[in-house]
């Protein structure tokens, strides 16, 4: 086996992730999901809020995969809203960890307060998990926020990029962050073969 394939998610990013489902899908759509891709034991039964290792990454990875098919047509913009409703339970639930407690950031020009949260999001991650690899790309003008250990595409294959999921937590944080929406482009992909998962901030939306 890979370090990969042993990746693991602990108890707390599962619960924030079928908390946040819930909200979006509703406690029917959820448990219908979680029974076709083999997670039914969750059904009604979130994991606790704890870094105890909970499922496997594939495990994760397959339950995207499991709301992109149940949904079809409408699968990924289920799964962005989802990534949204995601970052505001860390908001919620997790402002210290996120680093986002008591700050000022309306004394802060648009571009550092997008850098302030996506370093929040990204040390969240590492300190809930040492083996996470995420950081913010500040290197060719554009800023982008990248995972090389992103388990929502862990073992899938694809032509395009696959993490919606994730796209809408970044472009929520955005917002979040700077109160204006922000195109998000998944520009590499895992799943396409590419080293690590790259979200890049593109410009304001009018
Ligand atoms: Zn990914």
Known sequence: MTAREDAVIINSLVRQALTSM?????????NAVLKSCGLDRFAGNFPPNDLEPSIHASQYAQLNQA????YGRGGRG???RIGKASFQY????QAALLGVAGVALKVMPQKERIKFI??????????????????????????????????ICNGRQSDISICYLYIGSVSEAVQWAT???????????????DAYCRFEIG????
């Open 78 to 80: 289920m799964l962005r």
């Open 179 to 193: 109160g204006r929406e922000y195109e998000v482009t998944e520009t590499h992909c895992i799943a396409k073969g």
């Open 67 to 70: 709301i992109e098919d149940f």
């Open 90 to 93: 860390g908001v919620r639930e």
């Open 22 to 30: 819930q909200e979006v899908m509703g406690e029917h759509g959820l």
């Open 118 to 151: 996506l370093n929040g999001m990204a040390n969240a991650l590492k300190k809930s998990n040492p083996e996470v690899d995420a950081y913010l790309d500040d290197s060719d003008g554009k800023l982008a926020y990248v995972e090389s250990t992103c388990a």
């Open 203 to 206: 410009d304001p939306k009018e």
